[in-house]
């Protein structure tokens, strides 16, 4: 059942585990929740926590203090992801927690996970129930023979259970001499005398006497060993009878026997179930693992999603991509950046034939030096101070998938030589391990540096490069193919109107005009920034792309052509042209693309008193690395200067 207040979550939910073939319920209330899950008691529940009214922790609580539906399994969904909210759900009984904005494949890797432990608690349980039912028929049958003999020796009574032991039903036996009937004392029918029959001797002296293995015999002429004790029973004046209480000691050897082996039996049941529940438990750790890493990258919206354009430049790489997918060769994608290179990596992973097994990305550079190893190849527990539990290392969990090496250039040397050995030898080792792990891993690495010129200048290995650069293959630039822009705007404003609750019809004439100009050297991301921060200001259906968002080197690159505009000084002035307010500084001629990109970034370093890196520093602005942008100033010969 599936429990939440927003459709739209409801929706996604739906037709998600629909296509893998559960069966669903619906509820956008908690009060609807209860109901439904009274009358038909779903297996396992996805409760959203937020919701007016009955919130998901009352609802829980709930259907955990109702004896009858106390066994549902819930699993809670919130955006709230505070620790103490989540102790707080399970303390309440709920079995997992899933956060806001969700991924398909991880609610469907817990939704798999629960319910196969719910089915694997439910066969226990029918076993369990079995075993009390075959245990109470075996106590039943279990129970004692009972004869009645009167002075003389004859039978008065037999019980039930006397008669199923012995075969001799009550009309049968009542009358018959009980020393003729069963006291035998070997397989040739000899009779104990009389004088020694237990029977007869607590009749005379009113003893109880009791036998621990004895032969009886039964109405077929079979014997049988048993044990029995002889009670006398006195009447008003003197002993009047004797009860004989036996028991077939075979049978209670046999159904003992069968008790210890369904004990025997349920207890290697729990055996296997822990055991199950183990490596399920290890199952889904991985999974989640797995998806942690995954789900980001698959389901959600990137800053340009898919591969867009019909461009010649674009066409010719995808050519290559499709190519170079169906092998298993590894490729090195070039490229500046936000041109595309993570789409590039994703597209030749949907591709190949490893599309079934997950693409694991990695952006060297966001890792920190130290724990580099780690991500890469995991570490098992102890192996250093923050080492609390193993870890699955970013290779592990792209096995028999495709591994992106994102900004493979700002690897250390250190490093660079453990990658090597993982593509020449197709095995890992995690940190504070000597076990050797063999991966099948396909590698994708992108970089927007020249590595060839990094292995001249000793910062990168001449052995890694040439392995990696098998297949190299280079993502053209925005300005290469800017007849892809109105096919990119068209998605993102699609995307925009989704996001932001509103509805876009496109861009107006001559902000297109403006895009269109622009050289983009922050490339396909510049230019999404640049129209969602339009699209957010924007009250209409079409977007003016707001002069005071656009880059000034925007507005030095497209200063109105038209013959209209005419400034008479050297001062700013605001004109009006097409209903359109633009601000214009005269220049007495055009200048050169890098001419433009070095002032613009000269003028930001000024105004940042020269600070690249770092929060609100020069490479966040521009939204770069910090490496790249001092390649860049190097490249246009910025230099910071020497104040007095």
């Not at 709930?62 to 759900?89: M, R």
């Not at 003729?180 to 020694?196: A, C, S, V, Y």
């Not at 995954?294 to 499709?322: F, P, V």
């Not at 890098?594 to 613009?600: H, L, Q």
Request: proline share 3%; aromatic share 6%; net charge negative.
């Amino acid at each position: 059942m599936l429990v939440d207040d927003n459709p739209i979550n409801l929706q996604v939910l739906y037709q998600t585990l629909e296509g893998h073939g559960y069966k669903l319920l619906l509820a956008k209330n908690g009060e609807d929740a209860l109901s439904i899950v009274r009358k038909v008691h779903p297996a396992l529940i996805l409760l959203d926590i937020m919701m007016p009214g009955m919130d998901g922790y009352e609802v829980c609580q709930k259907i955990k203090s109702s004896p009858e539906i106390s066994d549902v399994a819930i699993i809670f969904l919130s955006a709230l992801d505070d620790v103490k909210d989540k102790v707080k759900g399970f303390n309440l009984g709920a079995v997992d927690y899933v956060a806001k904005p969700f991924q398909s494949e991880e609610v469907i890797v817990r939704v798999e996970t629960h319910l196969k432990i719910r089915q694997l608690e439910k066969t226990l349980e029918q076993k369990n129930k079995q075993l009390e039912e075959d245990n109470a028929l075996i106590l039943e049958s279990m129970g004692e023979g009972l004869l009645g003999v009167n002075k003389q020796g004859l039978i008065t009574f037999i019980n039930p259970a006397g008669a199923n032991i012995t075969g001799w039903q009550e009309g049968e036996i009542i009358d018959r001499n009980f020393h003729d009937l069963f006291m035998h004392t070997d397989k040739n029918g000899q009779r104990n005398p009389i004088e020694k029959d237990k029977v007869f001797n607590s009749l005379r002296d009113r003893m109880v006497r009791h036998s621990d293995n004895d032969i009886f015999w039964n109405k077929d002429g079979q014997n049988f060993p048993v044990e029995y004790t002889v009670t006398a029973i006195e009447g008003k004046t003197d002993i009047s009878s004797a009860c004989v209480v036996f028991k077939n000691i075979s049978e209670r050897k046999q159904r003992e026997k069968d008790l210890n082996q369904a004990l025997k039996t349920v207890g290697e049941l729990k055996e296997k179930l822990q055991a199950e529940n183990s490596n399920l438990r290890a199952e889904s750790s991985y999974l989640r693992a797995e998806s942690s890493y995954l789900q980001e990258e698959i389901r959600s919206e990137q800053n340009y999603g898919e591969i867009i354009g019909n461009s010649s430049a674009l066409i010719k790489t995808m050519e290559e991509a499709k190519q170079v997918a169906a092998t298993d060769t590894t490729v090195l994608i070039i490229g500046e950046s936000g041109t595309g290179k993570e789409s590039m990596a994703r597209a030749i992973h949907q591709f190949s034939a490893r599309k079934e097994r997950p693409l694991i990305k990695v952006n060297c550079a966001a890792i920190s030096e130290s724990l580099v190893e780690s991500e890469l190849f995991g570490h098992v527990k102890g192996a250093f101070t923050s080492a609390i539990n193993d870890r699955t290392g970013h290779f592990e969990l792209a096995d028999k998938g495709t591994i992106f090496l994102d900004e493979i250039g700002e690897v250390s040397l250190d490093v660079q030589v453990k990658l090597l050995r993982v593509l020449q030898e197709q095995e890992i080792q995690r940190v504070g391990s000597g076990e050797l792990i063999n991966v099948d891993v396909r590698i994708i690495a992108a970089t927007n540096r020249n590595l060839k010129q990094m292995v001249d200048e000793g910062t990168f290995r001449m052995d890694l490069f040439y392995r990696l650069n098998v297949f190299p293959l280079t993502v053209p630039p925005l300005r290469d193919r800017k007849s892809d822009i109105p096919l990119l705007l068209a998605k993102f404003l699609d995307n925009l109107s989704k996001k932001l609750g509103k509805s876009f019809r496109g861009i107006s004439e001559v902000s297109m005009e403006l895009l269109m100009d622009y050289h983009w050297p922050g490339n396909i991301r510049e230019l999404q920034n640049v129209i969602e921060r339009s699209a957010i200001l924007s009250k209409t259906e079409v977007i003016d792309v707001d002069d005071a968002l656009v880059p000034v080197s925007i507005k030095q690159l497209n200063l109105e052509k038209n013959d209209s505009l005419l400034l008479v000084n050297e001062s700013d002035e605001t004109l009006q042209t097409d209903g359109t307010v633009k601000t214009a500084r005269r220049l007495s001629a055009y200048k050169t693309l890098a001419e433009n990109e070095k002032r613009y970034i000269t003028d930001l370093l000024n105004d940042l008193n020269w600070v690249i890196g770092g929060k609100k520093g020069a490479a966040e602005i521009l939204d770069v690395p910090a490496s790249t942008l001092r390649s860049r100033m190097k490249k246009l010969g910025i230099e910071r200067p020497e104040y007095p």
